[in-house]
C-alpha cells in the first residue's frame, strides 16, 4: 500500500475547521516573539494539560470529581468528545502556529513557555540583566531569592492544597528560567561565570518540568487511591473504539499514567519549540516540490537550460520512490526539512498543527495520513431520537498497519519512518530519531500505551473475522514501567546513557516509578558521595519533595529525609539565608533539630540578630529554652583543656576565644525564665577562667548575668506555686555563684590594695650645705611629703580592711567553705564536682599567700602567724587543699613575720616576752 491509499483510509466524517481571517502581515517567527506580547497574559493551569498529539486523551470522568481531574490525551483520539471524554485545551488552545490571524490576544498557556529565541524591549528587563551581568556568578545572584520564594509559598499552603503549591513552585522556576534566558541571550559567549549561569538554568529548567510531573502524576494516583476501582468494571453494550478505550482510561492506573508521561514529555517539547518557529514561513506556501514542477514545465516547453540530470517525470507522493528518481535538490532539502519541522511539532504532542502545516505546504495528502489515527465512535448505534455525526476512523486498523510498513521502508527519510513510526507504535523505527533522554523516554511510553490500548481494542471491540494484524512484537509485548527504564538502560546511545544518570532524570524517574524508598536510597547515595558539591537549588528541591510527600502521607525513609533536611539546612546557614532556617529545622526530630539549630545560633554574634534568630525559632515552634542552652554548652565545651595550676597557667588576657564563652552568655539572659540556666552556665564558664588566672575574663562573664538573677529564681518558683525549696541544682547554682563573686570581689580588692600600696610617696632627701632658699624649698618639701603620705596611710588602711574583710570572706565561706555545695541531693555531675575540688585546691592556697603579703607588707605580723592556725582548723580544714610544698612555702613567709617580731622585741608569736 503506497501513501495515495492513505486518502481513502481517513475519516469520512472529518468536521472541516472554520476559516480563519488572513493577516497581511506575515510573522516569520511567532513563537519566539511571544515573550512580549503575552507577558502580561499567561494564565496557568495545575497540572500538566493534554497535548496535542496522536495519543492525546483528557480524561476528566464524572466519578473523579472528588479532586481537581488530571489532564490526559485523548489516545488515538483528539477530536473525540463524549460524557466521558472531555478536551482540554492545550498549551495553545485551539490556536495554529501556522495560523497569520492575530490570535496573540487569546494566547494562555498554562505554562511560562520557555523561548529560545527571545526578542526583549523593556527597559527594566535590560537593567536587570546589565546589573546581574556584573555578578561574578550571575545565576547564583538572580536565583538567590528562590529560597526566600519556596518558603513564602510553602507557608501559605495547608495540607489540602498541597498540589497548588506545586504549582506555584513550577510557576517560581518558570519565572527564574526566563530571567537567566535573558541573562545568557545577553552574556558574553566563553566566559566561565556564563557557563555556570547556563548550568544553572538547566537545573532551573529541569526542576520545573519536575514539578510539572509530580503535579501530574500524584494528582491522579491521591484520586485513585480515594476511589473504588471496581466501579470501572462495568460491560458496555456494542462499545465502539472511542468507549472502550474511555472505560480502560477510567480502570488501568497504568495506562492512565503512562499517558500522563507522554503529556509531560510532549509538553516539555512544547515550551522549546520556539526553536523551529524561524522556518514557518518558509514552509507556508501552497504548491510543493515546486523547484521540481519549474524544471519539468521548462523541460516541457523545451526551454530548460541547466543541469540533463534525471529527475522525476510526475509529481504525485509516490512519485520518487515509483520511479527511483530524486527530486530537484532544493525540494529534497526543503523535504528533509519539512519532515524534521513534522516530527517536532508531533513529538510536542501538536498533531494538528503538523496537518496544518501539511496543508498549506501544498500536501493535504500528508496531513490525511496524519488523521487516520482518530477513534472510530458511532453514537447511533444504541438508537436515540437525533442522529448524531460519526467520529473517528472505522478503517483505522488498516491505517495502522499502512504506517507501520511505510515505517519500515528504509528508502524514505529518517523523520518521515520516524512519523510514521509514532503513529503506528513502532519503537525500532521511532528510536533512531531519539537523541535525548526526554526524546528516548516519550518513545516508550508511547508505544506502551499505544500497545495496550490497541490490546483493549482487539479484546472488546475488533471483530474476530479481523485478518490484517499488526506484528505480533507490538501487540503481545508485556509493558510495565520497570521494563521501560530497563529497555533506556541498555540502549547503545552515549548521550542517553549519561543523561539517564542526570540528577533530575532519576529523579523523574523514580516519580514516574512511584518508588519513594528507590527515589530516597538515590538520594542517600548522593549526599554520601559528594554532598558538598551537590548544586544548592537541586538540595532545595530535595527537601521540598520530601515535605511534598510528607504532606500527601507517602512514608519516606526517615534516615534518608532527616539528612537530606540536615544538608539543606548546613547549606542555607552557609549561603546566609538567616530567615529560612528556623522553619526547615523544625520538620527535623526534636532532638536533632535543636543541634542543628544551636549550630547555626553560634556564629550569629550581633544581640539584635540574636533576638530575630530566637524569635524565629519560637514561631517555628522550636524548643529556644533547649536551645539556647545547648548553644551555650557548644561554645563552652570546644576548650577541652583541663584546670591548670596557677603556678603553671600564663596569663595571656582575654583572646578571641574567651570573648566568645563571655559574649555566649547572652542567649540566656534574653528569657527571665532561663536566670537559673544562666548562673549554671556562667559558673562552668567562670570555672575555666579562675582555673586558668584569667580573672578579668571571669569577671566579664560575671558581668553578663543580671543583679536581679537571683530574686528572679525566686519569684519564679514562687510564681509555680512551689513551697518546697528550690531544685538542689539551682540552690547549688546560686551558692556556687556567689563562691566567685566573693572570689572575684576579693581578687579585684587585693589589686586595688597593692597598686595603691605601690605607689606610696617618695620622702625628700637630706640637704647638707644648702642655701637659705634650698632648705626652705626642702622644708616645703617635706611638709608635701607629710601631707600626701597622711593621705596615702589613711587609705591605704581603708583598701588594707577591705582586703582583708573579702580575702576572709573566701577562706571562711559560710556553711561549709567556699565552693562546697550544701544541697548533696542534686542530680551527679562528676565533672563539676571535680572542677569544684581542683578550684579549690587552686585558688584558696592563692588567696592565703595574698592575704600573708597584705599582712607582712602593712606590719600586721602577728595576724600573719594567726593564719596558720586558720589553715590548721579543723573546722575549716583548709590545710587539705595545700600541698606540701605550699604549706613549706606559706611557713617559710611566716617565719620572716615572726622574725620581724623578734626584732620589735616580742616573742616569735608577737606577745610580750615576760621577764
Not at 112 to 126: C, G, P, Q, R
Not at 513 to 527: I, P, Q, S
Not at 761 to 777: D, I, M, R
Amino acid at each position: 500500500m503506497d501513501r495515495n491509499d492513505f486518502q481513502n483510509v481517513s475519516s469520512p466524517q472529518e468536521v472541516p475547521r472554520p476559516v480563519r481571517k488572513r493577516s497581511s502581515q506575515k510573522k516569520a517567527s511567532v513563537l519566539a516573539s511571544l515573550d512580549e506580547s503575552v507577558s502580561g497574559m499567561i494564565t496557568r493551569s495545575p497540572m500538566v494539560h493534554k497535548t496535542q498529539g496522536l495519543m492525546s486523551f483528557s480524561f476528566s470522568p464524572q466519578s473523579r470529581s472528588v479532586m481537581k481531574p488530571p489532564s490526559m490525551s485523548a489516545t488515538l483520539g483528539m477530536g473525540v468528545k463524549s460524557p466521558y471524554l472531555t478536551q482540554t485545551p492545550g498549551h495553545l488552545g485551539n490556536m495554529s502556529v501556522l495560523d497569520d490571524s492575530d490570535w496573540t490576544t487569546a494566547f494562555t498557556p498554562p505554562h511560562s513557555v520557555v523561548f529560545t529565541n527571545l526578542e526583549y524591549s523593556t527597559a527594566e528587563d535590560v537593567t536587570e540583566s546589565a546589573v546581574l551581568l556584573n555578578e561574578d556568578d550571575p545565576g547564583e545572584a538572580a536565583t538567590r531569592s528562590m529560597y526566600s520564594d519556596f518558603l513564602h509559598s510553602l507557608l501559605k499552603h495547608t495540607s489540602t492544597t498541597v498540589f497548588e503549591l506545586v504549582d506555584e513552585y513550577e510557576e517560581i522556576c518558570s519565572s527564574q528560567v526566563n530571567i537567566l534566558q535573558k541573562i545568557v541571550y545577553r552574556a558574553t559567549p566563553g566566559k566561565q561565570k556564563f557557563s555556570r549561569t547556563a548550568s544553572v538554568l538547566w537545573l532551573l529548567k529541569q526542576e520545573m518540568v519536575t514539578w510539572r510531573l509530580l503535579s501530574s502524576m500524584y494528582r491522579d494516583r491521591i484520586q485513585s487511591a480515594l476511589e473504588d476501582e471496581n466501579i470501572f468494571d462495568i460491560a458496555v453494550i456494542n462499545a465502539s473504539e472511542k468507549t472502550a478505550v474511555n472505560h480502560l482510561f477510567q480502570r488501568d492506573s497504568l495506562v492512565r499514567q503512562s499517558q500522563l508521561v507522554v503529556d509531560w514529555l510532549e509538553s516539555i517539547a512544547k515550551d522549546d519549540i520556539g526553536d523551529f518557529s524561524d522556518n514557518i514561513e518558509f514552509y507556508a506556501k501552497s504548491v510543493y516540490w515546486e523547484n521540481t514542477l519549474h524544471i519539468l514545465k521548462q523541460r516541457h516547453l523545451n526551454t530548460f537550460s541547466g543541469s540533463s540530470r534525471p529527475i522525476v517525470t510526475e509529481l504525485d507522493p509516490d512519485a520518487p520512490i515509483r520511479q527511483k528518481l530524486p527530486l530537484d535538490d532544493l525540494d529534497r532539502e526543503d523535504d528533509a526539512r519539512l519532515l524534521k519541522f513534522l516530527f517536532t511539532l508531533i513529538r510536542a504532542g501538536m498533531t494538528d498543527e503538523a496537518q496544518r502545516l501539511c496543508k498549506r505546504c501544498g500536501q493535504a495528502w500528508r496531513a490525511a495520513t496524519l488523521e487516520g489515527w482518530k477513534l472510530y465512535h458511532d453514537p447511533n448505534v444504541n438508537g436515540g431520537t437525533e442522529l448524531e455525526p460519526v467520529e473517528g476512523n472505522p478503517y483505522r486498523c488498516i491505517w495502522k498497519i499502512s504506517c507501520w510498513r511505510l515505517a519500515e521502508k528504509e528508502q524514505f527519510d529518517k523523520y518521515e519512518r520516524a512519523i510514521y513510526a509514532a503513529l503506528s507504535g513502532n519503537l525500532k523505527q521511532l528510536l533512531p530519531v531519539c537523541d535525548t533522554w526526554e526524546d528516548t523516554v516519550w518513545a516508550y511510553f508511547r508505544v506502551m500505551v499505544d500497545t495496550l490500548v490497541e490490546q483493549e481494542i482487539r479484546t472488546s471491540v475488533m471483530n474476530t473475522e479481523e485478518t490484517e494484524e499488526l506484528p505480533r512484537e507490538f501487540l503481545q509485548t508485556n509493558w510495565t514501567l520497570e521494563k521501560v527504564f530497563e529497555e533506556l538502560q541498555a540502549t547503545d546511545k552515549k548521550r542517553v546513557l549519561e543523561e539517564n544518570q542526570e540528577h533530575y532524570h532519576v529523579i523523574q524517574k523514580f516519580v514516574i516509578l512511584g518508588n519513594v524508598d528507590g527515589l530516597m536510597d538515590e538520594f542517600n547515595r548522593w549526599l554520601s558521595k559528594d554532598r558538598n558539591v551537590l548544586p544548592g537549588h537541586l538540595l532545595r528541591f530535595m527537601t521540598h519533595l520530601i515535605l511534598f510527600f510528607r504532606t500527601l502521607g507517602l512514608q519516606a525513609k526517615e534516615e534518608v529525609s532527616v539528612d537530606v533536611l540536615k544538608t539543606y539546612i548546613q547549606r542555607l546557614i552557609c549561603e546566609k539565608h538567616t530567615d529560612l532556617i528556623a522553619y526547615y529545622v523544625s520538620h527535623l526530630p526534636q532532638d536533632v533539630g535543636i543541634v542543628q539549630y544551636a549550630v547555626f545560633l553560634e556564629d550569629v554574634t550581633e544581640t539584635e540578630q540574636r533576638h530575630h534568630c530566637l524569635k524565629l525559632a519560637k514561631e517555628a515552634g522550636l524548643e529556644v529554652a533547649t536551645i539556647t542552652k545547648t548553644v551555650v554548652e557548644n561554645i563552652r565545651k570546644k576548650d577541652a583543656s583541663e584546670f591548670t595550676h596557677h603556678d603553671l597557667a600564663i596569663d595571656t588576657g582575654t583572646t578571641k576565644e574567651d570573648r566568645l564563652k563571655i559574649d555566649v552568655i547572652d542567649w540566656l539572659v534574653f528569657d527571665p525564665a532561663q536566670r537559673a540556666e544562666a548562673l549554671k552556665q556562667s559558673n562552668a564558664i567562670m570555672r575555666k577562667f579562675l582555673a586558668s588566672k584569667k580573672h578579668e575574663a571571669a569577671k566579664d562573664v560575671f558581668i553578663k548575668i543580671p543583679q536581679d538573677s537571683i530574686a528572679e529564681i525566686y519569684n519564679q518558683w514562687e510564681e509555680q506555686g512551689m513551697d518546697s525549696p528550690l531544685p538542689a541544682e539551682d540552690d547549688n547554682a546560686i551558692r556556687e555563684h556567689l563562691c566567685i563573686r566573693a572570689y572575684l570581689e576579693a581578687h579585684e580588692a587585693f589589686n586595688e590594695w597593692f597598686k595603691h600600696m605601690s605607689s606610696m610617696p617618695q620622702a625628700p632627701g637630706q640637704l647638707s650645705q644648702a642655701s637659705f632658699t634650698e632648705k626652705v624649698a626642702h622644708e616645703l618639701k617635706e611638709k608635701k611629703y607629710e601631707a600626701d603620705y597622711g593621705l596615702w596611710k589613711g587609705l591605704l588602711d581603708a583598701l588594707t580592711a577591705d582586703v582583708k574583710e573579702k580575702m576572709y570572706n573566701v577562706l571562711l565561706f559560710v556553711d561549709g567553705g567556699w565552693m562546697v555545695d550544701v544541697r548533696e541531693d542534686a542530680e551527679d555531675d562528676p565533672e563539676r564536682a571535680h572542677q569544684m575540688i581542683m578550684l579549690r585546691k587552686l585558688c584558696l592556697p592563692m588567696m592565703c599567700f595574698l592575704l600573708h603579703t597584705v599582712l607582712y607588707r602593712t606590719g600586721q605580723y602577728q595576724e600573719d602567724l594567726r593564719l596558720a592556725d586558720l589553715i590548721a582548723s579543723e573546722r575549716h580544714k583548709l590545710y587539705l587543699v595545700f600541698t606540701k610544698d605550699e604549706l613549706r612555702k606559706l611557713l617559710q613567709k611566716m617565719r620572716e613575720s615572726s622574725l620581724m617580731l623578734l626584732d620589735q622585741g616580742l616573742d616569735p608569736l608577737g606577745y610580750e616576752i615576760q621577764s
